[in-house]
């Protein structure tokens, strides 16, 4: 089952803009992660954000989440061409399972 | 690291096939799940096991089935392909839940049934 959901479903940007993805779910979550996935790989883990927190940061990602709107952002600061990928969000249902979005697709331009 | 195998890369198989996609981790984790993904669905789960010989269903498991004899190794099983199961599989682990549920992927397989 689909509880993510993200948007844009795809994003072109010039590189070293900054790219803003965000992801809506539907019922109370533990916490929510971000993944990045290159083309036709597997899924990397980029970050998690529990449900206590409200904003989070590595390198150059910030992920902010509001669970009174159930909706979570990931921000890339000053893009590159390697951050062309799929990413994905993932919200936990306290049962071993993650619910993923269909993804947004970003694509960098040079 | 995690490292997370997948037996193969690309997989062609014809349609009535047994298929089998092979999944092995390194880092003694407890849960391991099998996901197809196709474009625009996101990934969908298709079994998990979350201790050896303990598989539970997901999403979409009619037409697969599973095998953890080992800790380590996480099999997928197609009885009999058909070409509605042309997709992209991808196998992870994670440790318990409390560990936050953190997917560790492995690359994918990339099968065609014809």
């Known amino acids: 089952s689909q509880q993510g959901e993200e948007d844009p479903q795809a994003l072109s940007i010039q590189e070293g803009e900054n790219a803003t993805m965000n992801c809506s779910y539907k019922?109370?979550?533990?916490?929510l992660q971000w993944y990045r996935q290159n083309s036709g790989r597997g899924l990397v883990h980029l970050i998690l954000?529990?449900?206590n927190e409200r904003e989070k940061h590595s390198g150059r990602l910030r992920v902010t989440l509001d669970t009174s709107k159930k909706s979570s952002s990931l921000l890339i600061t000053a893009s590159r061409a390697a951050d062309t990928a799929s990413y994905f969000c993932?919200?936990?249902?306290?049962?071993?399972?993650?619910?993923w979005g269909a993804g947004t697709k970003l694509i960098i331009k040079p | 690291d995690v490292k997370v195998t997948q037996s193969s890369r690309y997989l062609v198989k014809r349609t009535g096939e047994k298929v089998f996609l092979e999944c092995v981790q390194d880092?003694?984790?407890?849960?391991m799940f099998w996901y197809r993904q196709d474009p625009g669905l996101g990934l969908r789960l298709i079994y998990l096991?979350?201790?050896?010989?303990?598989?539970e269903k997901g999403d979409i498991p009619e037409g697969y089935s599973v095998s953890r004899e080992k800790k380590e190794r996480f099999s997928l099983i197609l009885e009999s392909a058909s070409t509605n199961q042309t997709s992209m599989y991808l196998c992870?682990?994670?440790?318990?839940?409390?560990?936050?549920?953190?997917?560790?992927f492995g690359p994918g397989t990339r099968l065609t049934v014809t």
């Open positions: 880092m003694d984790h407890e849960n």
């Open positions: 096991s979350y201790d050896v010989k303990m598989k």
């Open positions: 019922t109370s979550i533990n916490n």
């Open positions: 992870a682990s994670s440790l318990t839940a409390s560990g936050g549920l953190k997917q560790y």
């Open positions: 954000i529990r449900s």
């Open positions: 993932a919200t936990d249902d306290s049962n071993y399972q993650l619910i």
